[in-house]
């Protein structure tokens, strides 16, 4: 079968870094991507990893190992704005989304 | 680039009648467009994957006769809701993917569907 597996919810301070990691199982993969979503939108793309590393993008990097089926989200200087939900997502034939994480950031 | 509209951005329907959701990518041809629907608090259900020119692929559960999907065209596809139901009140999402890009896909703004 297909999953991905993320932890349900993360929460940190003004200023500081948080991962977030995603496990994954699929018999056919294109690649992995990052998702975010505010409370009543849409998701909006925040990055993609076809290959093995890590892709910074700002102040958001991910970083995928395609031998161990494992990315990760890194959010740096975190900001208020960024309280939302993170989903990963693997392409395959097909876009398919993890549970989600609800990030919480503390003043 | 990669903007994909979803229209309408929201519709309140009797009970009984169908609803047509458009999807179209505005400055990129799609060839394959994805049909989600999320709950409030749950992840995007992926309902089914439409390709231009041809049948939509269903997944698991969902009724093909009850959400009608066409992709008549590289830049449009639609999902039409038949006889809705209150329980078929939801947030629909379709996103659609740019292979010029390569990147996974971008989504549109998604249509929030109340059923009365």
């Known amino acids: 079968g297909q999953s991905l597996e993320q932890p349900s919810e993360v929460t940190a301070v003004e200023g500081a870094i948080v991962q977030i990691n995603c496990t994954y199982q699929?018999?056919?993969?294109?690649?992995l991507s990052w998702y975010q979503q505010h409370d009543g939108g849409a998701p909006t793309f925040l990055s993609y990893?076809?290959?093995?590393g890590l892709e910074e993008t700002g102040r958001f990097s991910s970083f995928l190992s395609r031998s161990d089926s494992y990315g990760y989200l890194l959010l740096q200087e975190l900001q208020m704005k960024d309280s939302a939900s993170y989903f990963c997502?693997?392409?395959?034939?097909?876009?398919?989304f993890g549970q989600g994480t609800e990030l919480s950031v503390k003043p | 680039g990669a903007v994909v509209s979803q229209h309408p951005s929201w519709v309140i329907c009797k009970s009984g009648t169908s609803v047509k959701i458009e999807c179209r990518s505005l400055?990129?041809?799609?060839?394959?467009m994805f049909w989600y629907r999320q709950f409030p608090k749950q992840s995007l259900m992926l309902m089914a994957t439409s390709n231009e020119g041809s049948k939509a692929t269903y997944e698991q559960g969902v009724e093909k006769d009850k959400f009608l999907i066409n992709h008549a065209s590289l830049t449009l596809s639609t999902l039409t809701v038949t006889s809705a139901h209150p329980e078929d009140s939801s947030f629909y999402i379709c996103?659609?993917?740019?292979?010029?890009?390569?990147?996974?896909?971008?989504f549109g703004q998604g249509t929030r569907l109340t059923v009365v």
């Open positions: 996103s659609a993917r740019d292979p010029g890009r390569g990147q996974g896909a971008f």
């Open positions: 400055d990129f041809q799609a060839t394959t």
């Open positions: 699929t018999s056919g993969f294109y690649g």
């Open positions: 997502a693997f392409l395959g034939g097909k876009l398919i």
């Open positions: 990893n076809a290959l093995d």
